[in-house]
């Protein structure tokens, strides 16, 4: 019976028979060739770049169509706090023994909460900023830190707990007074001191941003 240090140095042997086997056919090649297999590899290669090169082009004409159809900034952050808020009402429609569609409908609303934040503090709160009113996106960028406090809390405490309805709605009563300070003041008096330029590039930027986050 071979020994393990036999059977070892027997197979390196066999490979070291095999490699330069396979050494000398390669060197019957150039350098460069593609090889026997090469006829299906490049049609891969080709079909993954026809299909890179669509989704690209699919991906840039979707937000194109975006851009045509959602309106300004401002109107798709509206249209998104007034989503965020029916979410609120249907999680506050039901009872405790609804723990599964409170789930649910808690995962859709961290997902559209977390999607607006990110558009909100990466486009439109920076840009606030720029155009020195710091203070309005300092404010607002802090009461996004509370939201996800509630988002914590919530997530911590089961669906079926006691003051869970209760703690959605003090939730809701926060994100519908923060919508309303954007939607009331803050938003429509930076949408006042913007050129047409500048409106339009705020759109583009929220709607990559909202794009990537979807
Ligand atoms: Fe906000
Ligand atoms: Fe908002």
Known sequence: MATRTQSRSSSNRSSDRSSGESR???QNR???SWGDNA???LGAAIAGAAIG???NYGRKALMQGME???GDWDEILTAEHDEALALFDKMLATDQTQTFKRKMLFMKL???LDKHAHEEEMVVYPALREDDQAGDADHLESEHGYIKTFIFELSEMGTDAPNW????RDFRQLVSEHAHNEEENVFPKFKQSMTEEQNAHI???VNRDGFWMA
Do not use: I, M, W, Y
């Not at 309805?165 to 959605?168: H, M, Q, R, S």
């Open 30 to 32: 150039s350098a460069f």
């Open 53 to 55: 090169f669509a989704a």
């Open 39 to 41: 006829g299906p590899l």
């Open 110 to 112: 961290c997902h559209a």
């Open 165 to 168: 309805l209760e703690k959605v």
């Open 68 to 70: 045509a159809t959602l």
């Open 24 to 26: 000398s056919r390669n």
């Open 203 to 205: 759109t583009s930027l």
